[in-house]
């Protein structure tokens, strides 16, 4: 499999889902054309971009839906079991301590840390919630590489370095402040107000509303019109 693109490495998931989707409904085989429309790309782009997995559609036939999804699957790094732990565990933390889809993606979900006295010890999502105390030990004995980051952005970047020293390779960062981590550590930042604001953009270019008027500038009194000449006696 030849070096992929970090655009292409955006998309793959976009295209793991859409055969997914085929897969349950019976599909068998699809064509870039269809499977382009379902993801909204163009036929063109998938092609390219399934190129680089060795991914080539048959003549006539297109693409053999299961094949093509266990190459995005292996391209991903789903075939390997990622072991998870999530800092952080407010009303979003325990949103995502619940999800369900942790496993179908190659994740597992070994531990929950928080510092609140009154969700240490508690249960959610079948996980005892432990104090973040104990971070770095359970982060090497459970072996850990990935870490979700959902505290307030005060604690973000000590909670990130404390997690890159204990070994983590892998960030997703809710908290509302962007962290800095080493090389060879990978971070992806989720804005969800930068996200909600970038759908307000579209939904008011789509509702073709005006642009907002310049700030008008000072008023500017029109000149006085110049005194009458009298006429000579």
């Known amino acids: 499999m030849r070096a992929l693109p970090p655009t292409t490495v955006a998309r793959l998931p976009g295209y793991l889902r859409s055969l997914g989707g085929l897969a349950s409904e019976g599909v068998t085989t699809t064509s870039s054309d269809q499977l382009a429309e379902l993801v909204g790309a163009s036929p063109a782009q998938l092609r390219k971009d399934l190129s680089y997995l060795g991914a080539g559609g048959r003549r006539g036939v297109g693409y053999e839906v299961d094949h093509l999804r266990r ?3 292996q391209a991903l790094g789903m075939t390997e079991e990622r072991r998870v732990v999530i800092v952080g565990i407010g009303n979003l933390g325990q949103a995502l301590a619940a999800y369900s889809g942790f496993a179908d993606r190659g994740f597992v979900l070994v531990g929950l840390f928080d510092t609140d006295p009154a969700l240490v010890g508690t249960e959610v999502g079948g996980h005892v ?6 971070l770095e030990r359970a982060v090497e004995e459970q072996e850990a590489s990935v870490a979700i980051v959902a505290t307030p952005a005060s604690a973000a970047q000590p909670t990130t370095d404390r997690l890159v ?3 983590v390779t892998g960030i997703l960062n809710f908290a509302p402040r962007t962290v800095r981590v080493p ?6 930042e989720v804005d969800l107000g930068s996200e ?6 579209h939904a008011r270019q789509r509702s073709g509303a005006a642009a907002p008027a310049e700030p008008a500038g000072p008023a500017v009194e029109p000149a006085p019109e110049p005194e009458p000449v009298p006429a000579a006696d």
């Open 129 to 134: 919630v432990q104090h973040v105390d104990g």
């Open 71 to 73: 190459q995005i699957a």
């Open 183 to 188: 090389d060879g550590v990978d971070v992806r």
């Open 196 to 201: 909600l604001q970038i759908l307000g953009f």
């Open 165 to 167: 020293s204990a070994g």
